[in-house]
């Protein structure tokens, strides 16, 4: 090895060490990758199961059967509107990038009950009203709905009753509008990755970020 060769090549590891530190200045690029990297496993991952019920496709107001995808509001506060090019900024969202932070999340109320389940009792009320129609889905609770309803109990186990109006026409039967229950156990959707997931993303992403700050040309 020459001496020019060793020279040059000293050269080029400290302009490497030079460009690597400089990316260290500043952390907030990688962080703005890590946000994206965790949108577009949201997006590419939306879950698609346990599968709806006949009760809750009978709610939709749009026609739509897929998994939380009624208005779409919570996948997009989650991934936005781009998932692979910019960090949300859709209403709801909690995503972020800064310095010393990397965030994604939302704070729509219905959101944690969907990624972790659980059960929803009646408070101040004996029992929850679950739209059944479109109508009954566009109001807020059964006392907001514009026609008269008529309660029917029901002999089923944990449904108090229906609430159902009054048919039309003669002979026809009455529309069920709201069923009546005093709690509702709503399955797990996990819409956010885990903490392993989570962290594997994290590593790629700041794998990556040292490999691209010591590519020197």
């Known amino acids: 090895m020459t001496a020019w060769t060793l020279v040059a090549d000293i050269e080029v590891e400290h302009a490497r060490f030079v460009e690597l530190a400089r990316g260290f200045e500043s952390l907030k690029e990688l962080h703005e990758r890590l946000v994206i990297q ?3 496993y949201v997006y590419r ?3 698609k199961k346990p599968p709806l019920s006949p009760l809750t496709l009978a709610a939709r107001r749009r026609g739509g059967s897929a998994v939380l995808q009624d208005t779409g509001a919570l996948r997009i506060s989650i991934s936005g509107e781009s998932p692979f090019q910019t960090i949300s900024s859709s209403p709801g969202t909690l995503n972020e990038a800064g310095e010393s932070i990397a965030v994604i999340g939302t704070s729509l109320p219905y ?3 969907h ?9 101040r009320v004996k029992n929850l009203s679950i739209p059944v129609t479109p109508e009954a889905s566009a109001v807020d609770g059964a006392s907001r709905f514009p026609r008269q309803l008529k309660f029917i109990p029901s002999k089923k186990s944990g449904t108090t009753g229906v609430l159902v109006e009054a048919a039309k026409r003669r002979g026809e039967k009455g529309k069920i509008q709201f069923i009546l229950k005093p709690s509702v ?3 797990q959707r996990r819409c956010l990755p885990d903490k392993s997931v989570a962290e594997k993303i994290a590593n790629e992403v700041a794998e990556d970020y040292v490999l691209g700050l010591l590519e020197v040309t």
């Open 115 to 123: 990624n972790y389940g659980g059960t929803i009792h009646a408070r």
């Open 185 to 187: 156990r709503i399955p």
């Open 111 to 113: 959101a944690a009950i």
């Open 45 to 47: 991952n939306w879950p």
């Open 38 to 40: 965790l949108q577009g």
